[in-house]
């Protein structure tokens, strides 16, 4: 079979990257024996399971499938607590693409000159919440599996999760912690703007291009202000999102205390979860690697939130240190490999 995608949590991944063909009974036990709860498969590039069932008859009365060489009973024994993981996972797994699916149609309501329906808004916001207080660590696992057809509504869920997450971390009250998941949600709304062909561009962005990605969060703001009573934090974080410390972000170049706290935790998360995705420029990188590149670059981010954002993430020292993939010119902007500008 070709593994289009592996599914779960991106540290208990056997492979390195999805996209290829289990050719060897050996990656097959390696895959069993893992605790992924799901891959994603593509029959048109794989061996046809007409194929595999006539080379591998079942016994005569025999019921049970056949065997591929070298699979023992061994590996395909699961333990209860993988068994357990995998229910929940997938349960989620539904969940978040529902919330895709609210998201995606909001956002296409919005773009259509509709005014922003808070009462559907907060539903969403209501449910990650629940979610999260459910099982942080499963839901934030879950938010990683993007396809970049589907890449800018799930980053939405991604960053509203992550950001609820750091501000429950940081005991902030529970009514800051719905507006700032509300913010998370439509931080890059005015990228619904910009044209798919440049969102998408692999090969470097022209001078204009870049200029178009850098008016999205003016955009954005311009559509929020439209809507009933936008909140200043909703406002802000979708403003200001991509201002840096040291002064060289954009739209308005802020520096140091000029940008809110809610900003810098909203910069913090946008990054992260664009590092840890899938885009059509990059690989996704582990979250420790992301982390680690993260805090080498000086001036960006507040040092002492993205400290405890990491904290907030549980991943360990070393994790943080693991080395980040080299191919980080090919995003580069504002000084900064940050794929999240486009």
């Not at 499938?65 to 009973?73: A, C, E, F, V």
């Not at 922003?116 to 999260?132: F, G, K, W």
């Not at 990605?213 to 200001?240: M, T």
Request: proline share 6%.
């Amino acid at each position: 079979m070709f593994v289009e995608r592996i599914d779960g949590d991106w540290m208990d991944h056997p492979f390195w990257r999805a996209g290829f063909v289990i050719a060897k009974a050996t990656d097959l036990l390696k895959l069993q024996n893992s605790v992924v709860p799901s891959v994603v498969i593509d029959e048109s590039r794989g061996v046809a399971a007409e194929r595999i069932a006539a080379a591998n008859p079942a016994r005569p009365g025999s019921s049970n499938p056949p065997k591929l060489s070298g699979q023992s009973n061994v590996a395909r024994r699961r333990p209860l607590q993988a068994a357990a993981r995998t229910s929940e996972a997938l349960r989620l797994n539904r969940k978040v693409h529902v919330w895709r699916r609210a998201v995606k149609d909001l956002f296409l309501d919005v773009q259509s000159g509709k005014a922003m329906r808070p009462e559907a808004c907060r539903e969403v916001v209501d449910q990650i919440s629940a979610s999260l207080a459910e099982n942080p660590k499963a839901l934030i696992r879950l938010t990683r599996l993007k396809s970049m057809d589907n890449y800018t509504f799930l980053h939405s869920v991604s960053v509203s999760a992550l950001l609820m997450h750091l501000y429950r971390h940081l005991g902030r009250e529970e009514a800051e912690i719905q507006e700032i998941g509300l913010a998370g949600l439509f931080h890059d709304i005015g990228k619904l703007t910009v044209k798919p062909s440049i969102l998408g561009k692999i090969a470097p962005l022209t001078d204009a291009e870049r200029e178009v990605i850098r008016s999205h969060p003016e955009r954005g703001r311009d559509i929020l202000e439209r809507s009933p009573d936008p909140s200043q934090i909703l406002l802000d974080v979708c403003l200001h999102h991509h201002e840096r410390m040291d002064g060289t972000g954009y739209p308005m170049a802020l520096a140091g205390e000029e940008i809110s706290f809610h900003a810098r935790a909203a910069a913090i998360c946008d990054v992260f979860d664009a590092l840890t995705s899938v885009r059509p420029y990059k690989a996704a990188w582990t979250p420790g690697a992301a982390l680690s590149k993260m805090r080498s670059w000086t001036g960006a981010f507040d040092p002492d939130l993205l400290e405890v954002f990491a904290t907030s993430m549980e991943l360990s020292v070393d994790e943080v240190e693991s080395p980040a993939p080299s191919d980080t010119s090919s995003f580069s902007i504002n000084g900064y490999s940050d794929p999240s500008a486009a």
